[in-house]
């Protein structure tokens, strides 16, 4: 079977990199994107990165500053606040119907497995990329490369808006046996709880986001 990116043209599939480096973290909010070093990082054209960069400042991932380049968005209370309402319709959602064999529980299992390794060694980093990796793979309990899709968008802004905030250790630390509790749920079949406790730790992840970007706007 073909690989879905492969039949993307180029523009979209360096889209989709760049949007990967958003959701890992490699890319902070506010960061000048250089044509020349993303050029030869990714050996294309500038042209081709041109568009790319097109594609995501569509989206608002990138903006574009006359005279000056390209940068990374930097999320605003607004943005968090709409993010956490469509994490809570993908969410909850997709764990409600959610079949405790398919596929993506092993994912989200692997995810939470990586998260306990990398918060012993105080990466918390790492933690919020297991983090990404296990939300992400919730939602792919709907079956929808659609809606998937979507929330790669959304995963990004998420990770950007993270990389804003000074305590990654509150941030991440208190989710991680959080989302263990909910793959539990979910791997015993009792889908209706899981989307339940996933809709209180939304509502706590949401609470502690936008008390963190208070305090930052008061610094």
């Keep these: 079977m073909t690989n879905t990116m492969e039949t993307l043209p ?6 989709r990199q760049l949007r990967d480096l958003l959701i890992s973290g490699d890319l902070i909010p506010g960061q000048r994107l250089s044509e020349a070093a993303f050029s030869e990082r990714f050996d294309v054209s500038r042209n081709s990165l041109r568009e790319a960069f097109r594609l995501l400042t569509k989206d608002g991932l990138l903006r574009h500053e006359a005279n000056r380049g390209v940068f990374v968005s930097v999320p605003t209370m607004a943005t ?14 997709a764990l409600r119907q959610a079949w405790h064999q398919h596929p993506a529980v092993r994912t989200m ?40 899709e979507f929330y790669a968008h959304v995963a990004a802004e998420l990770r950007l808006g993270f990389l804003l905030l000074d305590d990654p250790e509150g941030l991440h630390a208190p989710f991680v046996d959080l989302n263990d509790t909910i793959l539990g749920l979910t791997e015993k079949g009792n889908a209706h709880e899981a ?7 939304l509502n ?16």
Excluded: P
């Excluded at 180029?10 to 889209?15: E, N, P």
């Excluded at 297991?130 to 919730?138: C, E, K, R, S």
């Design 10 to 15: 180029l523009a979209d599939r360096l889209a």
């Design 80 to 93: 968090i606040i709409d993010i956490y309402r469509v994490r809570r319709m993908l969410e909850c959602g």
């Design 109 to 148: 299992r692997e995810a939470v497995e990586s998260a306990k390794a990398k918060r012993e060694q105080a990466d918390w980093l790492g933690v919020g990329s297991a983090n990404m990796m296990f939300h992400a793979a919730v939602v792919a309990l709907s079956d929808s490369s659609r809606l998937s």
């Design 195 to 201: 989307a339940h406790q996933m809709e209180a730790y």
């Design 204 to 219: 706590l992840s949401e609470r502690a986001i936008l008390k963190a970007f208070e305090r930052s706007a008061d610094l």
